[in-house]
């Protein structure tokens, strides 16, 4: 139904509308380069790099998408997709095009679409815009980190649109979240009154840059991750304490605890490297909300087990069946990088690692001094006192994860969860302030030792 020549047949401008564009591209130069989040009159267009390929998100304002698509879209926004998409793929694929060398395109194709709707923030009135999926995938083995964006959607009917494009991820170059930062657009040329392709080209990469930014993204997504770290230091409370008529006695000595905590984070980090490696190659996909709602969940039974044992010596195999859980929201960020499977194999190594170093720094700070005051008999009141506050913290979670909006609970939580190296700090005073006090009393009967 459409052609390139069919939707390409307007590039030519009046002198008239030349003028007015120039006035228009003269205020938007003056915005700031990073500026690039809806709402705005413009499309945007994030790119992922990846060595073999290239995925490119567009989002098109629907207001705009009409003008040059199809007049009176914009009223039915619900529907436009199941009326329309066959046809707005066509167009879409009309009006992109990639190339290394001008003769030899790549292969374009559109992977999904979908309609998107936020509200302007200064007057809260909704708008919609479609979210295109787009992969470019080069048929001639070029470089897929050098080439033409020949994009002109909607700018080829509507003269004084424009599409801002950055780099969103580029894996070889270690920016695999925050991206270049850098804002590029495509418009019209004033001066040959033609819209000219971008040139892709950033810095040369490598993949061990794209490898080593893999542990720094997992080291700091446990450093910031407050409830995968919560979930583990709580279900470790206990594991100092001996188990007597089906209440937490006694400290069960050194030995009994180190293997113990020690089963209890392989088990966790197996469990959730299992799920990490399915999920990111796509193998296993779960909605972002469940596994969220479901992680919350895996702490209030750790805090709950912390209080009371609900599975003495079987520790290990509940952190191996949360740690599943733990390693689908791990995987999340990984998929999102869109990566081939050395590359992606690489990035599960990396990241992997980097929890784990992250895992091991934050129980080799806090496990000793929980060792320490399990001696003692006023562990108890601490044991108590973390797990209650990880049972409140997992049911804020929960009904923020749930309702999708935050609650005075969670607000709380998170303030003082944020606080993790005072408290860790805190706990480091009270052993060694309980190591040098005079010798609390502790009662010694027998228990029955689950390891």
């Known amino acids: 139904m459409f052609d390139n020549n069919t939707f390409k047949n307007s590039r030519s401008l009046s002198k008239g509308w030349l003028f007015f564009l120039s006035i228009a591209f003269v205020l938007f130069a003056g915005l700031p380069g990073t500026a690039i989040a809806h709402p705005s009159p413009n499309s945007l267009i994030f ?27 914009a009223k039915t926004p619900e529907t436009f997709l199941a009326s329309e998409g ?102 019209w040329n004033l001066e040959n009154n033609t819209i000219p392709p971008l040139h892709v080209n950033p810095n040369k990469g490598s993949w061990w840059t794209g490898f080593i930014s ?21 279900l470790l409370l206990p594991a100092t304490l001996l188990v007597k008529d089906k209440e937490w006695n006694r400290f069960g000595g050194t030995r009994y605890s180190i293997l113990r905590l020690l089963k209890i984070v392989t088990a966790f980090t197996i469990g959730h490297s299992l799920t990490l490696l399915s999920g990111a190659f796509g193998w296993v996909r779960l909605p972002s909300q469940p596994v969220e709602i479901l992680i919350a969940f895996s702490i209030l039974v750790s805090a709950v087990h912390a209080l009371r044992p609900l599975f003495p010596g079987k520790e290990m195999f509940v952190a191996a069946g949360f740690g599943l859980i733990h390693g689908l929201a791990f995987a999340s960020t990984l998929s999102n990088l869109h990566l081939d499977t050395v590359p992606m194999v690489l990035s599960i190594l990396g990241f992997n690692i980097g929890i784990e ?27 108590i006192t973390g797990a209650v506050f990880a049972a409140i913290a997992a049911i804020a979670w929960m009904l923020q994860r749930y309702l999708q909006r935050s609650n005075p609970f969670s607000t709380i939580v998170d303030q003082i969860a944020g606080q993790g190296k005072w408290i860790i700090a805190g706990i480091a005073l009270l052993a060694i302030m309980a190591s040098v006090w005079p010798k609390q009393k502790q009662t010694r009967v027998p228990a029955i030792e689950t390891v």
């Not at 790119?47 to 879209?73: A, H, N, R, Y």
């Not at 190339?99 to 936020?118: E, F, R, S, V």
């Not at 893999?214 to 979930?231: K, P, Q, S, Y």
């Open 47 to 73: 790119l992922d790099l990846s060595p073999k390929k290239v995925m490119m998100e567009v989002q098109i304002p629907l207001t705009e998408l009409e003008l040059s698509f199809k007049p009176g879209i």
């Open 86 to 187: 066959t046809q707005l793929k066509e167009y879409l694929l009309a009006h992109i095009h990639a190339y290394a060398i001008k003769d030899h395109p790549w292969l374009i194709t559109i992977t999904n679409l979908k309609m998107d709707q936020g509200k302007y923030p200064d007057s809260n009135v909704p708008y919609w815009e479609v979210n295109v999926s787009v992969m470019l995938t080069p048929q001639d083995n070029t470089d897929s980190r050098n080439f033409y964006l020949d994009y002109d959607a909607v700018i080829h009917q509507v003269m004084n649109h424009a599409a801002l494009v950055s780099i969103r991820s580029d894996w070889e170059n270690g920016n695999v979240e925050t991206g270049s930062g850098e804002v590029q657009a495509i418009g």
């Open 214 to 234: 893999m542990v720094t993204l997992g080291v700091r997504h446990i450093a910031e991750g407050t409830d995968h770290l919560m979930f583990l230091l709580v």
């Open 357 to 383: 170093l992250m895992q091991l720094f934050v129980i080799g700070i806090s496990v000793p001094w929980l060792i320490i005051l399990s001696r003692k008999a006023m562990y108890r009141y601490v044991r």
